[in-house]
């Protein structure tokens, strides 16, 4: 292919231009969330396009092309989810590097649509493949998330209040659709960066002249990706406007007891706090900001540490004070995060994650939310069971490789349930119907409507988000718990061992957040809704739909491609 004649200096550096979307992308996951880098989702991608488009027309070969692709990918990775390393660094490695690897696969899929069946496809396949792998990347083994593009707006919830229609997927869609258009305008509007060929001499210098002036004017086909911006944005402020909270109300605190996971929380430390110490913060902060009309308190994962066997967890002393502490507190419910085993009579009877002891038999090992509806009513456990890939969960295929990674907590498979536990409302509070959500659970939209359609009329929220000491990583997903909110129209309450404690309300604003790093108590009163929102009717939608339109695309490219290379074959032979 012969390249073009003139060409914008940016676009003759693939490297340059892959950093710089690197840059425009990780706006959705600044260090502190704010509305104000958002907006750089809308042009994130324009880099890449052009990369790819000046990468093609040179005839680059497929290394580069695939080089200079991971390079903008490990890099967003990179400045988003550094984090990871505080609680290991060769986790941190691992989850920058595999998860840039795997987002090239759509990218890939892409240029070989392209390819085959020309721009048009092309460029239509691109927001479908993504789409389909972020959908993929919600349910399989490795999963993680955290970089799905609809979750980018965490941080500016007031723009995305029809997510209760779409879900964050939704809001991914609109990220792709306005870069496609602005990249187009680009094309249309700016010559350098078209690589149109130009005239010599006078000519030549017009048209650079024009191409530069043409930088600094709003043209008219930037309107249209402009409209795509404000339609949504319109919409969901007018949503918003006419919104009002749902259900009736309770009053519920949360505890932030703030143990350092990493010296004091779990035996073995070099400053740890024995347990019954634990136990007795969590109580003295949850006494001081009980009031008569309290209906549940929320303690954070792992809030009892220690190991409790569920079949004898009663004759526990710890529990035993529980009970006593709530015998003193009628009318008030207990959610606290746990460390649970269950044992199983035979290896038939045991599950994939069952772990094995001569002394015990076998086992499961399980991260549990705890429900205590009283001083007398038997607790009901909920297993997580969307867990941390390579801490407590690990492929088969990868066991040998990443058994040894400590992303922080209990390395290894642990066990979890395949339904969504809602737990029994209290008898004095009938319409307070509790989803237990443990930590890594509030990244999936989908998940968190299936508690919606079991009944839950509030998200209880507990995590431990202390591992990641001070970074994003915290301050995100309590951004992301926001998102959730608006999905299902419920309230969250959050108890976070430190991080940060507090609530959300319906419309996804954060109506109370108690600093981090402290040892402290937040107690609000809550909306308890039961109405059932179109996302958490059919969830979904939009990545189950992509999905089944990349197969097609794939097949089409496929045998499109087939045939055209067979019918070359059969014209050369022909010519011979």
């Not at 919600?138 to 993680?144: Q, S």
Request: proline residues 7%; hydrophobic residues 45%.
């Amino acid at each position: 292919m012969t390249p073009p004649t003139k060409t914008s200096p940016l676009l003759q550096q693939p490297l340059l231009l892959a950093v710089l979307g690197a840059l425009l992308l990780s706006g959705g996951w600044a260090p502190w969330p704010t509305a104000w880098l958002v907006p750089l989702l809308f042009i994130g991608w324009v880099p890449y396009l052009l990369m790819e488009r000046q990468l093609t027309l040179t005839g680059a070969r497929k290394g580069r092309v695939f080089a200079s692709t991971y390079l903008l990918l490990v890099s967003w990775n990179a400045l988003t989810t550094w984090w990871v390393s505080y609680a290991d660094l060769p986790a941190g490695i691992a989850a920058v590097v595999l998860n840039a690897l795997l987002m090239c696969l759509p990218l890939m899929a892409f240029r070989q649509t392209k390819k085959r069946l020309g721009n048009r496809w092309g460029y239509l396949s691109l927001p479908i493949y993504w789409i389909a792998f972020e959908q993929l990347h919600l349910h399989w083994d490795i999963t993680w998330p955290w970089l799905t593009l609809g979750n980018g707006f965490a941080a500016a919830p007031q723009w995305v209040q029809w997510y209760e229609y779409t879900g964050f997927l939704g809001g991914s869609v609109w990220v792709w659709v306005v870069n496609l258009l602005f990249f187009q305008a680009l094309l249309k509007h700016l010559p350098g960066l078209a690589f149109q060929p130009v005239a010599t001499g006078a000519a030549e210098a017009t048209s650079i002249e024009t191409g530069r002036k043409s930088a600094f004017e709003w043209q008219p086909s930037f309107n249209t990706p402009l409209f795509f911006i404000l339609l949504p944005l319109a919409l969901s402020y007018l949503m918003s406007s006419k919104y009002q909270e749902k259900g009736p109300t309770a009053e519920v605190v949360v505890v932030q007891p703030n143990f350092d996971p990493y010296v004091e929380k779990f035996e073995g430390g070099p400053k740890f706090i024995p347990y019954d110490e634990q136990l007795t913060r969590l109580l003295a902060l949850s006494e001081q900001h009980l009031t008569p009309a309290t209906r549940l308190v929320l303690w954070p994962e792992t809030a009892l540490e220690e190991p409790y066997w569920e079949n004898a967890i009663e004759s526990n002393p710890k529990i035993r004070r529980v009970r006593e502490w709530l015998g003193r507190h009628p009318g008030v419910a207990l959610l606290t995060g746990i460390t649970t085993l269950s044992s199983y009579p035979s290896k038939e009877a045991a599950s994939e994650t069952a772990r094995y002891r001569d002394d015990l038999g076998y086992y499961d090992f399980f991260n549990t939310g705890a429900y205590f509806a009283s001083a007398t009513a038997p607790v009901v456990f909920y297993h997580k069971s969307r867990l941390v890939p390579g801490v407590e969960k690990i492929p088969p295929v990868l066991a040998s490789l990443i058994a040894h990674i400590d992303l922080g907590g209990t390395v290894g498979s642990v066990g979890s349930q395949s339904e969504r536990t809602v737990y029994p409302a209290p008898t004095n509070a009938p319409a307070l119907r509790v989803a237990p959500v443990i930590c890594y659970e509030s990244i999936y939209g989908d998940f968190i409507g299936e508690y919606m359609a079991n009944g839950a009329t509030l998200l209880g929220l507990v995590t431990n988000d202390a591992w990641w000491h001070d970074s994003p990583g915290y301050r995100q997903l309590l951004s992301y718990g926001q998102l959730r909110c608006i999905e299902t129209r419920r309230d969250l309450a959050r108890a976070a061992n430190t991080g940060f404690t507090g609530f959300i309300n319906q419309r996804g604003e954060i109506t109370q957040r108690e600093p981090a790093w402290i040892a402290t108590a937040s107690r609000a009163t809550v909306h308890l809704n039961d109405e059932v929102t179109f996302y958490v009717r059919f969830g979904e939608l939009i990545g189950r739909g992509a999905q089944g339109l990349a197969v097609l695309l794939l097949v089409f490219a496929i045998v499109v491609g087939w045939t055209r290379k067979k019918k070359a074959s059969l014209l050369f032979k022909e010519g011979m």
